[in-house]
């Protein structure tokens, strides 16, 4: 099983260009969630789906967009990129939201917005 | 608000050291607790804890949940260089995954 995969593993952006960050995952998990994480601030819940075709917020949504049309993908979109975006961000997923589930994280897609 | 908090938040001790780490959490339906150890890339799991008072252990590493006061601990006994990492503690609640700070722990030879 390949996990949960994310590509790119590095980007640069200039400010307000866009892009998507791609999270898939081949476990058949319902949930999925991208965070982001900066230095010193552990990580910080961006948005999450609880599965396909339902989304919501997290902690840090702001100039982030995303959707789950099928289990497999959750994409992260920057709709305009600023320098404040810059950071590491990774796409976790887990089978259900019960106790008896951990997560597992992809290996993480380090973005620069100059 | 979900909060989970951690501490210290960063940490240096020598080879050989024993070390606790701190973890506390107020997290709307509580279920349960992880430890993840990060060192270049995504956290590696280490251990899940539902239950209050029942001790997990992995090698020189074990942690403990108390669901009345709300916290765990991470304990490592006699560190290794290897041990140099960034601890995460989680708490999952309904819908969430709630992350503290992470410890940065370093551990010198």
């Known amino acids: 099983n390949a996990g949960v995969t994310q590509t790119p593993k590095f980007q640069v952006l200039k400010t307000g260009q866009s892009m998507t960050l791609q999270c898939a995952q081949d476990m058949n998990h319902e949930y999925m969630s991208w965070y982001r994480q900066d230095p010193g601030m552990g990580l910080r819940l961006i948005h999450y789906s609880v599965g396909a075709g339902i989304t919501d917020q997290g902690e840090v949504p702001n100039g982030y967009n995303v959707s789950r049309s099928t289990t497999e993908d959750f994409p992260l979109r920057l709709l305009s990129a600023a320098p404040s975006q810059t950071s590491v961000y990774f796409c976790?997923?887990?089978?259900?939201?019960?106790?008896?589930?951990?997560?597992?994280f992809g290996s993480g897609t380090r973005l620069t917005v100059v | 608000e979900d909060k989970v908090v951690q501490s210290p938040l960063s940490l240096v001790v020598h080879e050989g050291d024993t070390v606790t780490l701190n973890c506390s959490y107020e997290v709307t339906n509580f279920r349960s607790l992880l430890w993840y150890k990060q060192e270049k890339k995504a956290p590696t799991f280490l251990f899940m804890l539902?239950?209050?008072?029942i001790e997990k252990k992995s090698g020189r590493l074990s942690s403990i949940l108390d669901k009345k006061e709300l916290f765990s601990i991470l304990n490592i006994t006699a560190t290794q260089t290897g041990d140099s990492a960034i601890y995460l503690c989680?708490?999952?609640?309904?819908?969430?995954?709630?992350f503290g700070q992470g410890t940065r722990l370093t551990i010198n030879p």
């Open positions: 989680a708490v999952k609640g309904a819908q969430k995954l709630v």
């Open positions: 976790a997923s887990t089978l259900d939201t019960s106790a008896d589930y951990g997560y597992t």
């Open positions: 539902t239950s209050s008072g």
